[in-house]
């Protein structure tokens, strides 16, 4: 059976920083690119980061560019979205996902999907 299970969520301040980790189980982890995405009340999933199958290239949506970096340990099948100066902006549900492409940012090329973690940033 096919899962990606994330953890690391929870209430934090203004400012402060947080861990995503999503682990695989049941796929062959290193044939896959992984993402976060995001999603908020009302509002579209939305992209976050994405690493390689590889792990040699990673992509950032603009407003987490420089505050947020996405890792994968092979070993463990599992990938990290360390999230730094974390804003109320960040407050939201997230989704780590699996791609069968050696890398991608579009959500249509993702086809495994975690249940999701909330994050709430609070002033």
């Known amino acids: 059976q096919v899962q990606l299970v994330e953890s690391g969520g929870g209430l934090v301040q203004a400012g402060d920083s947080l861990t995503l980790s999503c682990t695989m189980s049941?796929?062959?982890?290193?044939?896959?690119?992984m993402g976060w995405f995001r999603q908020a009340p009302g509002k579209e999933r939305e992209f976050v980061a994405a690493?390689?199958?590889?792990?040699?290239?990673?992509d950032y949506s603009d407003s987490v560019k420089g505050r947020f970096t996405i890792s994968r340990d092979n070993a463990k099948n599992t990938d990290y979205l360390q999230m730094n100066s974390l804003i109320l902006e960040d407050t939201a549900v997230y989704f780590c996902?699996?791609?069968?492409?050696?890398?991608?940012?579009?959500?249509?090329?993702?086809?495994?999907w975690g249940r999701g973690t909330q994050v709430t940033v609070s002033s």
């Open positions: 690493i390689s199958a590889s792990g040699n290239r990673t």
């Open positions: 996902a699996a791609s069968p492409f050696a890398h991608a940012t579009h959500i249509l090329r993702y086809d495994r």
């Open positions: 049941g796929l062959t982890f290193t044939n896959y690119a």
